[in-house]
């Protein structure tokens, strides 16, 4: 990996990550600054669905748009925050699996576990009439990420500090999103 992260094939992905330190997407802000953050301060909202309900998010919704399970929920994330923030932009941390195949010879199939990627995504909701190409929007962006975030990790630990002195990839954004998949 430390030879592939230094790799004129790899380093060309640098532009995609140097475009998040361009931004000028403020954080969302702490709701109380300065107050510590502790259980016996934290308040839980939960619903679920049922089963028909379940079914349809699940194989329906996303196959309608042509997109993943993953496309939708992210999206639903969004307009939340939209909601709640009153943002149409906003960068969030996503986390992925890690086992991108980035590198010919590299024989994975034994592993156990994820290697675990967490790279930032700008989500863009500002198609605020339409929601079908509010989901589309998203699709897209979800899919202009190279090699589903892998690099970012990369580039951030792995890569020469020669390689790097030109990016800045200090992101930190306060949401982050994990969708483990089924059980």
Avoid at 39 to 49: C, R, T
Avoid at 81 to 91: N, P, Q, S, V
């Amino acid at each position: 990996l430390s030879e592939y992260a230094n790799s004129k094939g790899f380093l060309k992905e640098k532009a995609y990550w140097a475009q998040f330190a361009s931004l000028q997407i403020p954080g969302i802000e702490k709701d109380f600054p300065g107050i510590t953050n502790e259980v016996k301060d934290s308040k839980s909202i939960s619903f679920s669905l049922n089963e028909k309900e379940t079914r349809q998010l699940l194989t329906g919704v996303n196959k309608a748009f042509g997109t993943e399970i993953n496309d939708i929920l992210i999206t639903a994330l969004g307009l939340g925050l939209r909601e709640a923030f009153g943002r149409e932009k906003t960068i969030i941390a996503l986390e992925g699996h890690g086992r991108e195949e980035i590198l010919e010879d590299m024989e994975i199939n034994r592993t156990i576990g994820w290697f675990t990627t967490v790279y930032p995504v700008l989500l863009d909701v500002s198609c605020r009439d339409d929601l079908a190409r509010q989901i589309k929007e998203i699709k897209e962006s979800l899919n202009r990420v190279p090699n589903k975030g892998i690099g970012f990790g990369i580039l951030k630990y792995l890569t020469a500090e020669a390689n790097k002195k030109d990016i800045d990839i200090k992101l930190k954004p306060r949401v982050s999103f994990n969708y483990l998949g089924q059980f």
